[in-house]
């Protein structure tokens, strides 16, 4: 089994920063992605930013500039940064992984349980 616990959500004003962290833990043999997605009261749930194996990071065009997706290879941990906040960008924050795990070397995708933003002053 995987897991996948986040941290960082909360309450801030408008362009104000919060840092989200997510870390993977079990029966882990290789990450091969890690992305946060989030979804808005009444709206469908949509992909943030995106980091690979490889080493390459994406960002949606409404956060591009104002979020920093890093990750920390040794920890399983990625970190989402985002800075200058709007309060569109209220939602809850998933955690994604797709895991090669040790059990049988299979891909499985992994979600976090979310953790709240909320923008507003």
């Known amino acids: 089994q995987v897991q996948l616990v986040e941290s960082g959500g909360g309450l801030v004003q408008p362009e104000g920063s919060l840092r989200l962290s997510c870390a993977a833990s079990?029966?882990?043999?290789?990450?091969?992605?890690m992305a946060w997605y989030r979804q808005a009261p009444g709206k469908e749930r949509e992909l943030v930013a995106t980091?690979?194996?490889?080493?390459?990071?994406s960002y949606a065009d409404s956060v591009r500039g104002r979020f920093t997706l890093s990750r920390d290879n040794a920890k399983n941990t990625v970190y989402l940064q985002m800075n200058s906040l709007k309060p569109e960008d209220t939602a809850v924050y998933y955690c994604?992984?797709?895991?090669?795990?040790?059990?049988?070397?299979?891909?499985?995708?992994?979600w976090g349980q979310g953790t709240l933003v909320t923008v507003s002053s």
């Open positions: 079990g029966n882990i043999f290789k990450i091969t992605t």
């Open positions: 994604y992984a797709a895991v090669v795990t040790t059990a049988n070397y299979r891909s499985l995708e992994v």
């Open positions: 980091t690979r194996s490889s080493g390459s990071t």
